[in-house]
């Protein structure tokens, strides 16, 4: 099987710009999470998503959304970007309960400048 | 608020030397427990996870972690570790259904050949 896939790998931006992430599950796997890492706060929940709603979130501005389609696909949108955004975003994927293990992509590395 | 702490940053190990990371969780009720490992320049990967019954698990490469719930710890294991196992590892804790893994910090592991 194909693992977790995330476009586009590498992005550069200037702060007040907007972002897209894109991220594509595991065939199978109908929910989505997305992470934050960052050298100073490690790995930090953004939100989850599962047949199409968010059923969790973490503590961050409203600025940092997402949405998920109905093939599973899930994308994470960042508004008026700061300079404190630039981190790797992780999107992984898991087949349906907060048991199954979740699956990491290799990450969107994005550089605010 | 539920948190994870890995208390080793930095473990620098000689090859064939016994491995122990620790990892201790803030949280009395039911929880799932993952460690993770980075391997230089690639995406996380599950190498362990915990559910339910026997609180030694095993995992991949060698691995191994004992869960004690009296003592909030899922500590991994490795008898005898190689200059491949160089990486940083992480350990996760999904607590009460939430749908989110909190991270500990990791631990960055470097194995001298």
């Known amino acids: 099987k194909a693992g977790v896939t995330q476009t586009p790998r590498y992005l550069i931006k200037t702060r007040g710009q907007q972002v897209t992430l894109s991220c594509s599950p595991i065939s199978g796997h109908r929910s989505v999470s997305w992470y934050q890492q960052t050298p100073g706060q490690g790995l930090q929940f953004l939100f989850e998503y599962f047949s199409e709603t968010q059923r969790n979130k973490g503590n961050f501005p409203g600025r940092f959304s997402g949405r998920q389609f109905s093939n599973s696909r899930s994308e994470m949108n960042v508004s008026t970007l700061e300079l404190g955004d630039s981190a790797l975003y992780l999107c992984?994927?898991?087949?349906?309960?907060?048991?199954?293990?979740?699956?990491f992509g290799p990450g969107t590395r994005l550089l605010v400048l | 608020a539920q948190s994870v702490s890995q208390h080793n940053h930095h473990v620098i190990l000689s090859e064939a030397a016994s491995l122990e990371l620790g990892c201790n969780y803030s949280?009395?009720?039911?929880?799932?427990l993952f460690w993770y490992v980075q391997y230089p320049g690639q995406h996380l990967q599950l190498l362990l996870k915990?559910?339910?019954?026997?609180?030694l698990v095993k995992g991949i490469k060698g691995f191994e972690a004992e869960f004690i719930k009296s003592k909030f710890s899922f500590n991994l294991r490795k008898p005898s570790v190689q200059w491949s196992d160089t990486a940083e590892y992480f350990c996760a804790v999904n607590a009460d259904s939430s749908y989110k893994l909190i991270f500990g910090s990791g631990t960055r592991l470097l194995v001298r050949p």
């Open positions: 992984a994927s898991s087949l349906t309960t907060e048991a199954d293990p979740q699956y």
């Open positions: 915990y559910f339910s019954g026997d609180p």
């Open positions: 949280y009395g009720g039911t929880v799932n």
